[in-house]
C-alpha cells in the first residue's frame, strides 16, 4: 500500500519532470542556430502577454507583416528573412535576458521592438556594450540620442509641439496636464510646459498620478477649479484608463482634452463606449481610421487585416513597427550587407521610404525620422476626425537646441527639455 | 540537521558544483553568462530559505532588500566611478546596508510580537510602499549625487565590478558569482550545524517553548532576518551588475512573490534544493520564453500548482528522499510526513 | 444494543493511544468510562464521533456500521457530542450556540429550544450574549444544551466537570438523570471527577493505557476505595 | 488567608514569591490574587481540578503571560518584567505539560538546544552525557523524538530543562499519561532531584503522587488558592477531599 | 480643499476599497487562505459581464451574471485544487500565484489583448457645486449593501452560522453535523462571487483586458490586513478608515501621498494592532459585555 503511493507520486513527479525537460529542451533548440548562408535572422523583443500586450501584439503582427512582404519580393540580398521574436511578457528583466540571448546565442543582424520606455531603456546599454543596431519603433517622450540606436516612432516635438500650438490658438491660453507618474509622463509634460510657454499660454495646474490610481474624484476637482481651457491627459495603463470615464460622468466635458498617447496607441475610441472620449484631440503619424482619406494606410491597414482578421486595431505603433522594418530592409539592400556599419551607414545616408501615410526619412544626425503628422479628433460619437496635417515634420529638437550630430559626435544618452 | 543526512543530498550538491565548474570549458559564452545571472538569483532563493525553511519567518520582503542592494550600488559605484577599488566596496557596503535595513525591519515586528503570516503581509506592504515610491523618481528632483534614480526607467548602465585590474565580466563574473555561492552555500551548511543553527531550527518548531530554554528569541530572529536580508540584498547587487541595470520592478508584486514560489515548490527546509529549483525555474521559464509560445505561463502556473498539491515538502527535497530510499535503504521520515497528511484528509 | 465498538484501535500519527476497545451500550443506559489523565478517554471518544481515525475494529451505532462514516453524519445520524472543555463557539451567542445542535439526529424531530431553556433557565436570560462571555459553568450548560437541542438518540460527554464548581456539577447531573428518565437517552461519559461518576453512571467501564481494566457495576461504583483506584493509581 | 505551618516551621529564604498574581483573559478570571511562597530547597506542589489555574500560574512565573496585577519575586528580585529568556538565565526552567520537544530531532540534538546556552562546548557534551546518565535514557540519545514513547519524551523535557542549570524547577504534570512503573520512576527522579538541593515547584493532580514525593503542597481551585500546607495536612483535609474530589 | 470634493473623493475610494476587499476579506477571514488570483476573479467578473452586455443583456443582468459566474468557478477551482489546501496558508498563496498565472494568460489566448467595453450608465448630478456621477453614487449604495448582503449571508442564515462555527473550531462543528468541507467550498464560491460582482461593477468604468484585475490587488490586500479576520466588521471599518486617510491625504497633497498613506497606515495597524480593526473591535465587545 504504501510502496504503491510511492511509486504513483513517483510517476507523477516523473511526468512533471520530462514535461519541463521536453518543453525547455525544445524552447531552447527551437532557436539556437544563427543565422545561416539561407536567411536572415531578424531580432523582434515585443510583449505578447502581460501589461503591454495591447501594444505589442500589434506591432508583433505589423512585424510578421513587414517580414512577409520583403520575403514575397524576394527577400534580402538573396535571402529570406527570419524573425526570431522571444515573448518578452511585458518584463523588463525578460527584455534583458532576451537581449542578450539574441544577440549571443542566436546572433542576429539587427533588434527591433521595446514598448515602453524603461524597456527600451533595460535594453539600450546591451546594445550598446554588444555594437548591436538597434530600432526603437514607438511613439516616445523623446530625447534619446545613440549611435547604435534608430527611433523609428513619433517624438514630442513631432506630436505635442504642434498639438500645444494647435489647441491654444484654437481654445485658449489656460492649460492643465495630468500625466502618470514615471518617464514617459513626466518629460511629456515637460515637453508640454515648454510648448505652452512658446505659444504664449499658461500652465494653471500639472499634476503626476501614481500608476496604480484609479480614483480621480480629487483630481477632477482641482481641474475645475482650475478653469483650463485645454486638458493634457499623458494617462498611461490600466487604472489610470478609469480617469475617463470619471471625466465624462464629474468633469466638464467642454473642456477639450489633448495626448499624445491616446486613440492612435490604445485605441480608446473602440474600446470605451462613447461618449467617454469625446472631445479629444491627438496628434499621430498613423492610425487605421487614416485609411478613408490615404490610399497607402488603406493598403497597409487591408494587407493587415488579411493576414489577422482577428486582430482589433492597427494603430500608430504597429506602423511604426512596419516602417522600421521596412526603412531596415531598404539599408540592408543600399549596403549590400547585413553589416552593421554598413547598415547604419546607409541609414544615415538620409535613406526614406514610402509608408502607408507618405514618406519616411531618417534624419541621419538624430537617427529619428521625418514624416507626415496628423491631428485628429473625436467627436461626440467618438468617430474620428481629422483637422490638420503637417508634411514632413523634422524631429530636429535633438540637432538644434542639444546639438546633437550623431554621425559626427558619437554618443548615447537621453536628453530632457529641462534637465542635461 | 537532519538534511544533513541525506545522501543523495550531497552528493547531488557536489556533482553540481563539480559540473558548475568545469561547464565554462564546452558551453559557449552566452550560457554562461545565462547561467551566471540564474546563480544570482539563486542567492535570493538562499536567504528566503534562511529566514523561512529554518528560522519559520515567511516573508513577502526578500524583494525589498534586494532592491535596497541593487540601488545601493548603482548610487555609490556611478557617483564614484573611476575611483579606484569602489565596485568591491560599494558590494561589501550594500550587503551590509541591506543586512542593517533587515535588522531594523526585523527590530520592528519581531520585538513588538509580530509574526508568522503577519510579517508576510507587514513585508508586503513594505514592497509596494518602495515600489510606489521608486516609480515616481522619475523628476529630475531625485536625484542623489549625479545620479537619477530613474523613476520607473530605473538606473542604467552601473559598471561592472572589478577586482583590481580584473574586470569581472563574461567568464570572470561567472566564477567570481559562483565562487561566492559556494562559500556562502557552504557556510550556511556549517552555519545550520552551529549553536545558532540549532537554536533557529527550534525557534521554527516552537517559538515559546525555545524561549523557556533562555534563548532571546526575537533576538535571534532579528539576526537571521539581518541575514537573509544581506543575501537578498547581494543577489540584487549581482543583478544590478550582471544587467548593469535596476529598476523599481524589483520590487513590484510579482518579483516579490517569486523567491517565495521557488523556495516552496523547490523545498524550503533545504538549501541545495532551493538553489537546484531556482535555476531549474529560470532556465525553464527563460526556455519558454524565448519560444515565444503564448502557452509559456499557463504551463508555469500548472507546475506550480501540481507541485505544491502533490508534494507539499517540495518536489526537490521529494526526489532527495526518494532517491535515498531507492539507493540508500534509508528510512525517510518524509513518508510519516505524508502519511500524517492523508490522514487529515480521510477524517471529515 | 445501542452502541457496540469491537476491537477498537485509535490514535495519533503513529501513536497508538487507544488499544482493542470493546464496549456495548444498551439503550436508555447511563455508562461512564473512568480514568486518570491521560489515559486515552477522549481520543477514543474523538474516535467515535469521527474525529479521528479507526485504525482497526468496528463502531456499529443503532445496527449500523459506521466505521467509515465521516463525523457530520454521525452526528447527523443521533450522536450528540459535548467535547472536553465544553467547546462553545466563543463569539456566537447563546442562542446560535444553540441552533449549532440543529444537524443532530436528523430523522427525529427535532430543535427543542424551548426545552433546553426549560432545563438550564440561565441560557434563556442570556441568549443574546456572546458564549465566550459565560462563566464555566454557563458554558458547560450550554455545551449539553447545544447536543440536546437536536433530541439525539446518544449523548457523548467529554468531561463535562472540567473546571466548573462543585454545585454545578450536581446540577448537570440531576438535569441529565431527569432527561434520562424522561425521555430515554442514552448517556456515554468519561470523567475522572468522582462525585459525578458515583451520581450519574449506572454502569462503568475503567479505563486505563488505552485499555479497558475493567467492568464496574453500579453497587461497586459507591465504593469509595474502588473507584478511588482505578481514578488515582 | 490561613497561616500554614510551613512558612512557620523553617526559616530558610523564599527562592519564589507571587504577591497578590490575578490574570484575567477578557472576562474569564484564570487566577484571582494568588500569594505564594517557595522556600529554597523545597519540594512544593500545587494541586487542583482541571481549570483551577496551575497552568497559568506556571505560565506568569516564566513570563508567557504577564499578571493582570502582582507581582513576582524571584531570589528577591523583581521579574515581573522580565522577559522570559532573562527569566531562565536567572534560574528558572520548565517542562511544559504537553511536551516540548522538538519532534523532528534527535534526542541528544534536544539536549543541545537546552545545553549550549548554559555550557561551554567542551563541558556541553560531557553534561549532556550526565543527564542522560541520570535520567536513565542514554540508549535514546539518537533516536528522533518523535519516535519515543510519551513516558520518554517527558523524561526527556525534564532533562532538557536540567540542561539550563537551575536554580528551581517548574515542572507541569510530570506523570500526566505515565504508567505505574514510569509514574515511580518519575517519583524517583523527581526526589533524587530534590536531594541534591534544587528546589521544584511541580503541578499535579493525582494526589497519590503528590503525597509521595511533595514536602509541602497548595491546593488551588477555581483561581483561588484554598488550601496549603503540608501533604499530610492537605491529605486529611475533608475539604480538599471534596473539591478535588468534586462533592 | 472643499468638503465637497473631499466627499465626492471619498465616495469613490470608499466604494473602491471595499468592493475591492469584500471578496479577499470572506476567503481570507473565514478559510484563512491568501487568495492571490483575487484580481483575476475580478477580471472574469469583469470578462463575463461585458461580453453578456454586449451580446445584448441588459447591464444590471450581466452584473449579476458575473458574479454568479465566477461564484461557480470558484467552487470549482475550490473543489479540485483548494480543498486539499486547507489549514495551509502559506502554500495557499503559492498554488493561488499559480492559478491567477493560468488564468490571466489563458483569458490573454481565449480574448486577446482588450475587449470593447461597455459604457457606463446613467448621467450625472450637482451638489453643492461638485458634480457627482450617478454610476459612481450607486457604487457607494452598492458597497454598503455588499456589507450588508454579507452581513445577512454571516449572520442570519443558516450557512452563515455554520460557517461561522467552522471558523472558530472545525472540528467541533464537524461533530454537531457541519459538513465542513462542504462550507469551505461555499465560502470560497461566496468570496470569488464578490470579487465577480467587483469585476462587473467597474467594468464599464474602466478598460478591458487580462490585467483588469492587478490594479484591485494592492488595494485589497491593504483593506484586509488593516480590517483582520472578521470580514464584516473588519473589511467595513478599515474601508472607512482608510477611505477617510487617503481622500483628505489625496486632496490636501495629491495622489501620491493619499496612495502611500494607505500603505503606511497598513504597517503601523499590523505593528500595533496585529489582529486588525476587527480584533480589536471583538475584544472590546468581549470586555463590554462582561462588565
Known sequence: MKLKKISFKGVTLFLIFTLIMVLALSGCSGSSQGSNSKTIKLGLLEDRSGDFSLVGIQKYHAAELAVDQINQQGGLLGKKVVLDAPDTQSNNSVYQQMAKKLILQDHVVAIMGAYSSASREAIRPIMDQNKMLYFYNNQYEGGVADNDTFLTGAVPEQQIVPLMKYMIKKFGPRVYTIAADYNFGQISAQWVQQSVKQDGGKLVGQEFIPLDVSQFSSTISRIKAAKPDVLVTLLIGQNQSAFYEQWAKQGDKSIPMASSVNLAQTYEQLRFAPPTMANMYVTTSFMQELDTKYPGAKTFVDAFYKKFPHDKYVGQEAEAEYSGIMLWAKAVQKAKTTDRDAVIKALESGISYNGPTGPVTIDPKTHHVIRNMFLVNTDSKQKIQIDAEYKAVKPDWLSTAKGVDLPKKPQSHQYTPLGN | MVQGKIKTENIVAALIFFFLFICPLFIDSYSVLNISYFLSMAFLSLSLTLIWGYCGIFSFGQAVFFGIGGYFYAVLTLNLTGTSAITPLGLLLGVILGGLAAWILGYFMFYGGVNDVFVGLITLCLTLVLSTFMGQTAGSAWNIGQVSLGGFNGINGIPALELGPISLSGNNFYYFVLIILFVIYCLLKLFTHSKVGAAIVAIRENRERTKMFGYNVPKIQSLVFAAGGALASLSGILYATWGNYITPSAFALSSATIPVVLVAAGGRKNFTASIIFTVLYYWFAQGLSASGSQYALVILGLILILVTLFVPDGIIVFLFHLSDRLFFHRESKMKEVQEEHLHEKNIG | MILNTEGVFSGYGKVEVVKDFNIQINEGEIVSIIGRNGVGKSTFIKTLMGLLKTNKGSITFKNQNITNVKAFDRARGGIGYVPQGHGVFPTLTVEENLLMGKLINLQKENLKLELVYNYFPKLKERRKQKAGTLSGGEQAALAIGRALVGNPDLLILDEPSEGIQPSIVNQISKIVNQINHETGLTVLFVEQNMALIQQLSQRCYAMDKGMIKGEINQEALQDYDVLKSYLTV | MKKTSVENSTNKKAILELKGVGKYFGGLRAVDNINLSVKKGDLHCLIGPNGAGKSTIFKMIMGVYKPTSGSILFENNAITNKRTWDRVKLGLSIKMQIPGVYGDLTAYENMKIAAQNFYKRREMNNKIMELFDLLEITNLKSKIVNNLSHGQQQWLEIGMALACKPKMLLLDEPAAGLGPEETNYTSDLIRKLNDKGLTILFIDHDMDFVKNIAKSATVLHLGNKFAEGTVDEIASNQKVIDIYLGK | MSLSSLMNQFINDFSFLILAAIGLAVIFGMMKIINLAHGEFIMLGAYITTLSAQAGVPLIISIVFGAIGVGIMGYLIDRLIICRLYGRTLDSVVVTWGISMVIQQGM?????????????????????????????????????????????????????????????????????????????????????????????????????????????????????????????????????????????????????????????????????LPLGFSGVVEKWFVRKRRM
Open chain 5, 108 to 272: 490573454l489566448i481565449i480574448f486577446g489583448p482588450s475587449l470593447q467595453g461597455v459604457s457606463t450608465p446613467l448621467g450625472s448630478v450637482s451638489f453643492a457645486g461638485s458634480t457627482y456621477s450617478v454610476y459612481r453614487i450607486l457604487l457607494f449604495a452598492i458597497s454598503i449593501g455588499a456589507l450588508f448582503l454579507l452581513y445577512l449571508i454571516f449572520m442570519k442564515t443558516k450557512f452563515g452560522l455554520y460557517s461561522r462555527a467552522t471558523m472558530q473550531n472545525q472540528e467541533i462543528a464537524r461533530s454537531m453535523g457541519v459538513n465542513t468541507n462542504r462550507i469551505y467550498s461555499m465560502t470560497f464560491s461566496i468570496g470569488a462571487a464578490f470579487a465577480g460582482l467587483t469585476g462587473g461593477l467597474y467594468a464599464p468604468t474602466m478598460a478591458i483586458s487580462p490585467t483588469f484585475g492587478t490594479g484591485f490587488l494592492m488595494q485589497s490586500f491593504v483593506t484586509v490586513i488593516v480590517g483582520g479576520a472578521n470580514p464584516l466588521i473588519g473589511t467595513s471599518l478599515s474601508g472607512g478608515v482608510l477611505g477617510i486617510v487617503n481622500s483628505i491625504l489625496d486632496t490636501t497633497w495629491g495622489t501620491f501621498f493619499g496612495e502611500i498613506g494607505l500603505l503606511i497606515c497598513a504597517i503601523l495597524v499590523i505593528r500595533l
